[in-house]
């Protein structure tokens, strides 16, 4: 196999760099007409993401919510989307995935302070979980994911992300409120996931393993 680096002909694909969408002629729209979404992000180990749901369903009660729990199953961190689109590009997918395999980065210790909401959307008030300090990891990762997918003419542009998790979607938004004690597990491993729009459904397309040699946040 060829060592050279495969870039993206720019003749070939012409990037909007915020998003990475390639910008040809759509296929034509299925119904409803909203696009998929991948990105990469980073999924609780299931004891964590059952307990992320308990905290959820005792902060529904709490505050007097009203929308349904996120699934254990969905529940992540994102770190850099790909975008939005109509059909999977599979030039893109793949150059992301390759970009992925070169990241080397440690495990670390993710630890939520606080619960917020934020700015409403076609689904309501997100519902989050936030942290200070203890999202440090997330964001590092996120910048190496970055460098990497700019390594393979993948270039995302320079934005700041701000780590949280999703725990549902309501029709009013909530303050802040600061935890007793933080919520916390154990980054592992980083995901590129498809998001199927207005399904609730998640498939994962690839995962790669942090490494042992923990750096706590």
């Given at each position: 196999m060829s060592s050279r680096r495969r870039m993206v002909d720019p003749n070939q694909l012409q990037f909007d760099f915020w998003n990475?969408?390639?910008?040809?002629?759509?296929?034509?729209?299925?119904?409803?007409?909203?696009?998929?979404?991948?990105?990469?992000?980073?999924?609780?180990?299931?004891?964590?993401?059952?307990?992320?749901?308990?905290?959820?369903?005792?902060?529904?009660?709490?505050?007097g919510l009203s929308g349904p729990l996120r699934p254990a199953g969905?529940?992540?961190?994102?770190?850099?989307?790909?975008?939005?689109?109509?059909?999977?590009?599979?030039?893109?997918?793949?150059?992301?995935?390759?970009?992925?395999?070169?990241?080397r980065f440690p495990e670390f210790t993710v630890a939520f302070n606080h619960t917020l909401g934020f700015q409403g959307n076609e689904n309501g008030y997100p519902f989050v979980l936030g942290g200070d300090d203890g999202v440090v990891g997330l964001l590092a990762l996120h910048e190496a994911l970055g460098a990497a997918l700019g390594?393979?003419?993948?270039?995302?542009?320079?934005?700041?992300?701000?780590?949280?998790?999703?725990?549902?979607?309501?029709?009013?938004?909530?303050g802040m409120t600061m935890l007793d004690e933080p919520l916390t597990w154990t980054a592992r491993e980083f995901v590129l996931v498809r998001s199927w729009h207005g399904q609730g459904r998640y498939e994962r397309l690839g995962a790669w393993p942090l490494s042992r040699l923990r750096h706590d946040a």
């Open positions: 990475m969408r390639p910008k040809r002629e759509p296929p034509p729209s299925r119904t409803p007409p909203h696009d998929d979404s991948v990105f990469f992000a980073v999924q609780p180990d299931l004891a964590a993401a059952s307990r992320f749901v308990r905290f959820a369903e005792a902060q529904k009660s709490g505050h969905v529940l992540h961190v994102s770190l850099v989307p790909l975008g939005p689109y109509h059909s999977l590009p599979d030039e893109i997918i793949e150059l992301a995935k390759h970009a992925a395999s070169t990241v390594q393979v003419g993948l270039e995302i542009g320079r934005h700041r992300i701000t780590p949280h998790m999703t725990l549902l979607y309501d029709r009013r938004s909530i």
